[in-house]
DNA sequence: GTCCAGGTTTTTA
DNA sequence: TAAAAACATGGA
């Protein structure tokens, strides 16, 4: 068992419940889920901190380390939030509807493929793929000492194994015409077209660039792998509700919404992103219409 | 049955 | 070059 205070107004329940993951369950009493090969049950206090229950999979002498990086409890998120509060009102109204969300720092291929499968799709119906692409192909993973025998958790699937499959090979994901996406983003890390050490030592625009040679990869997915998979905080994500909530809130800059945001939030457009989308499906009703 | 979902690619004008 | 259509699935 793992004890985690400081968790400087971080909430576990709007963190992973905000769109950017798609592997944790609210239990009642706390979250289940995996990440890197990390099946953990994790609880939160009143005091605000974090206990993490292993599960399954691995358990090393980095595990704090590991979810106090994941959880980005690094970063200075108290000092942030009231920078971006003192920049633009709007933001400050963003930020209050869920001040405890952080963006987490997921991996590279699990959150490329994750949002290769999100395009036109749903929340619900992307947790399902994502779980059948691991229960299916992910390795299972050893069950802690003492963990109650039932559940068995995986891995997310490697790249090689998924890049050694034919499209039919994935119809049992039911991702329609997703599974050749998945297919094409897995055979070109897997051979190294595609190389998350590259990405990393690329500035954000050309990482994206490098991202967009992948079939079903946009802007959008390009922007989602750089702030949820790599840890690019300028990267911002536009699908819908962020772009209807660029017109709403940010009028005269809902052109450059990105840019001008990035210079709110010295970089962070992407971390204030996460704020925006909360509060867009919050309020549904105040976010512009739909067209342009 | 119709509509829509954290888009992108392909086709059409 | 820009706007529409197609793309597979499943829940509301």
Known sequence: MLLISDTKGLSLSQTLDCGQCFRWTSDGQGWHGVAAGRAVHIKQYETGALEFTTLAGRQAEDDEEFWRSYFALDLDYPAM???MCAANSSLASCVNAAPGIRVLRQ????TLISFLISQNNNIPRIRGIVERLCTGLGEPLQPAAGASAGETYY???????????????LDFLRAGWRSGYILDAARRVADGRLSEETLRALP???ARE??????GVGPKVADCT??????R?????????IR????????DHAEDAAAYLNRCTGGAAGIAQQYIFAWARENPELVADKDK
């Open 81 to 83: 939030l009231s920078g």
């Open 107 to 110: 991996q590279f291929f699990e």
């Open 155 to 169: 891995a997310f699937p490697t790249p090689e194994r998924i890049a050694a499959l034919d499209e039919p090979d």
């Open 204 to 206: 954000t625009k050309e």
């Open 210 to 215: 490098l991202l967009m040679t992948v079939r």
């Open 226 to 231: 750089l702030l949820y998979g790599l840890g």
């Open 233 to 241: 905080w300028d990267a911002y994500p536009i699908d819908v509700w």
């Open 244 to 251: 209807r909530a660029n017109k709403t809130l940010f009028a």
